[in-house]
C-alpha cells in the first residue's frame, strides 16, 4: 500500500470501533464525524496528502515492496538520511505551527530505530528481534498512524505499580501462554489514542528494577479497536466553534485519553518485550529510539517557535509597540531561543554517528540538551504573547460579530497601526488561542510533560553526561 492519502486514513478509521468515552457518550466507531474529533482527523488526512502532493521530501522507495513510504521510516545510514528526515518533519510540524504532538512521524522514528535493534529485543528472547522488526515493516507499508502510553495511573506517586490497589491498578500481565499475553489494568496518557490505529504499550522508565516489577514489564502494540480496551477522554476544547474564533483548536485539537486494559489479548507476534524490568527501563536510551524521538521533538519545537516569533512580531508591528526597549527584550529572547533549538538541532546532526546497530544518530548530548531546556522554556512563549498583547487579547470579539451587527464599530474601534479592525481581531484571535485559551493550556503542559517528567528528565541526564574530563581538569589546576 505505501504512504497514504488521507482519505485512506479516514476510511480506515471510520471502519475501525474503538471504544470511546467521551462527554458522556460511548462510541464504538464512527470517530470520523464526532464533533469532538472531525476537525483534527481532518487536519491528520491533510498530513496524509501531503505525502502525495510532495512526494520527493514526504516519501522514499521501501526496500521490500518498492512502494513510496512515508520518510520518517527511513533507516538513515548517512548524514543526508537524517537531513532528509529532519526536511519531513519540518514539513509536517509547519503545517500544524508545531502545536500537533502525535504526528506520526514522532512514533514511526522510535519504531524505525526499534526495529534495527533487534540483537538488543533477542536478549530477552529471540522472537522478539523479529517481532519488533516484523511489526516495523507492517506500520510502515500500511502506513499505520500509531500513538503510545507508557505511564501508571497518578493514583500514589509514592508507591509502586505492585503495592497500588493489591497491584490491580496498573496494567499488568494477567496470562500468559503460547497464543500470546492478557493485559489488565489501566495507564495514561495517550493522545490521539481515539483516532490513531495504533497504540504502543512500552515500557514506563520508572520501574524499580525488581521482581515485583515483572507483571508491569512489557512492551507490545495493540490496534486501537482491540477488544477489551477503551479510551477515557478529557472534555474537548474544540467547541465547534470555526477558524475563525479558535483557529488552532479547531484544527489542532489532539485530545488525551486514559487507556483501560480491560483483559486484553496481544498476540504473540506483537509482543517485543516481556518481563526483565531492567531491560524495559533501558529500552528508549539502549535501542537508540529516544535519540531519533528528539530529532523529530526538536524539529518540531524549531517550527513552534518559529511560528511564535512571527506571530509575536505581527502582534508589536501592528500596535506600534517594537521602539519600546523592554519589548524588544522579549522580541530578542524569542529570538535566542528559536536560535538556541536550531543550533541544537544542527549541532546533533553534524556530530551524528553510526549506533550500535548502525544506524546513522544525531548526537545525543544536544538532543538531550534542547529535551530538557525546552519544556522548561516554553511557557515563556505564551507569558510574552499575554504581556505584549494586553488588553487587545479581551478586546476579541468573535466572527458572528465581527461579520454581524457590530461590524462598523469593530472597523471604526478594533483597527491598529497596521490592520483593519476585522484583520487585528483575526490576528489577536490567533495570539489568543496559543496563550489564554484551553487549547493553549494544554499546549503548556504538553510542551512540559509529554516527554516525561522535567524534574526526573535532569537527574538522569546528570547521570548520563560524562563530566570526568572536566572534574580532571579542575583536580589538576587545583594541584598545580
Ligand atoms: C498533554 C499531555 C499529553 C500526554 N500524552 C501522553 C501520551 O500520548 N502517551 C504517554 O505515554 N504519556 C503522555 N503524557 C504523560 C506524560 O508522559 C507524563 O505527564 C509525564 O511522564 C509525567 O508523569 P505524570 O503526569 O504521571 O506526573 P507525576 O509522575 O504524577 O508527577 C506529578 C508531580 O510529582 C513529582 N513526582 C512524582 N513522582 C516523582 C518521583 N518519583 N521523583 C520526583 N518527583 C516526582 C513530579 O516532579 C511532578 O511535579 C501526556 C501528558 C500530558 C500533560
Known amino acids: 500500500m505505501g504512504a497514504r492519502t488521507g482519505s485512506e486514513y479516514v476510511e480506515r478509521l471510520a471502519a475501525s470501533s474503538p471504544t470511546v468515552f467521551i462527554g458522556g457518550e460511548r462510541l464504538e466507531g464512527g470517530i470520523p464525524e464526532h464533533p469532538a474529533f472531525r476537525n483534527v482527523v481532518e487536519t491528520y488526512a491533510e498530513l496524509f496528502d ?41 514539513r509536517w510540524a509547519d503545517r500544524s505551527l508545531g502545536t500537533l504532538g502525535r504526528t506520526g512521524d ?17 536478549q530477552a528472547d529471540g ?64 493522545t490521539i489514542g481515539a483516532i490513531a490505529d495504533e497504540l504502543l504499550v512500552f515500557p514506563s522508565t520508572v520501574l524499580r528494577g525488581g521482581p515485583e516489577d515483572e507483571p508491569y514489564s512489557f512492551a507490545f502494540a495493540i490496534p486501537c479497536d482491540a477488544p477489551g480496551l477503551r479510551f477515557i477522554c478529557r472534555e474537548t476544547m ?50 537508540g529510539a529516544v535519540v531519533h524521538m528528539a530529532h523529530q521533538v526538536v524539529t518540531r519545537t524549531t517550527a513552534k517557535t518559529e511560528f511564535l516569533l512571527g506571530l509575536i512580531s505581527c502582534m508589536t508591528e501592528a500596535v506600534g509597540i517594537e521602539q519600546f526597549g523592554h519589548v524588544q527584550e522579549d522580541l530578542a529572547e524569542v529570538i535566542i531561543a528559536l536560535e538556541t533549538v536550531r543550533g541544537l538541532l544542527r549541532a546533533a546532526e553534524a556530530d551524528a554517528a553510526p549506533n550500535a546497530f548502525g544506524v546513522m544518530s544525531p548526537r545525543w548530548e544536544p538532543l538531550n540538551a534542547a529535551r530538557n531546556w525546552y519544556p522548561r ?81 535532569a537527574g538522569a541526564l546528570v547521570r548520563g553526561y560524562d563530566r570526568e574530563p572536566y572534574k580532571a581538569r579542575v583536580r589538576r589546576f587545583i594541584d598545580g
Request: a negative charge; proline letters at 5%; one cysteine or more.
Open 50 to 90: 501531503l505525502q502525495h502532493a510532495e512526494p520527493e521530501t514526504m516519501t522514499y522507495e521501501s526496500p521490500t515492496s518498492g512502494e513510496r513510504v512515508g520518510m520518517s521510516f527511513l533507516v538513515p545510514r548517512a548524514h543526508e538520511d537524517l537531513v532528509r528526515r529532519r526536511e519531513m518533519f519540518k
Open 106 to 122: 514522532y512514533l514511526n522514528s522510535s519504531l524505525m530505530a526499534m526495529s534495527e535493534a533487534g540483537e538488543w529485543f533477542a
Open 127 to 190: 522472537a522478539y528481534g523479529e517481532n519488533i522488526r516484523r511489526y516495523y515493516e507492517l506500520v510502515r507499508e500500511q502506513d499505520l498512524l500509531l500513538t503510545h502510553t507508557l505511564i501508571p495511573p497518578q493514583a500514589n506517586r509514592s508507591q509502586g505499580a505492585g503495592q497500588q490497589l493489591g497491584g490491580q491498578l496498573t496494567a499488568h500481565v494477567v496470562d500468559r501462554d503460547d497464543s500470546g499475553i492478557v493485559v489488565r489494568g489501566a495507564r495514561l496518557l495517550a
Open 238 to 287: 474544540d467547541y465547534g466553534r470555526g477558524r475563525f474564533d479558535h483557529p488552532l483548536a479547531s484544527r489542532f485539537e489532539e485530545m488525551d485519553a486514559v487507556v483501560v486494559f480491560d483483559d486484553v489479548h496481544v498476540p504473540a507476534e506483537r509482543v517485543f518485550m516481556l518481563g526483565h524490568p531492567e531491560l524495559c527501563n533501558q529500552l528508549y536510551i539502549d535501542t
Open 377 to 457: 522554556f516554553y511557557a515563556r512563549l505564551p507569558a510574552i504573547v499575554r504581556k505584549l498583547g494586553a488588553s487587545g487579547l479581551m478586546a476579541l470579539p468573535t466572527e458572528a460579530d465581527v461579520t454581524g451587527a457590530a461590524r462598523p464599530d469593530v472597523e471604526a474601534y478594533l483597527q491598529s497601526a497596521t490592520l483593519d479592525g476585522p484583520e487585528r481581531v483575526k490576528l489577536f484571535r490567533l495570539a489568543w488561542d496559543i496563550s489564554i485559551s484551553a487549547f493553549a493550556g494544554r499546549q503548556e503542559l504538553y510542551e512540559y510533560y509529554f516527554f516525561g517528567d522535567p524534574v526526573r528528565m
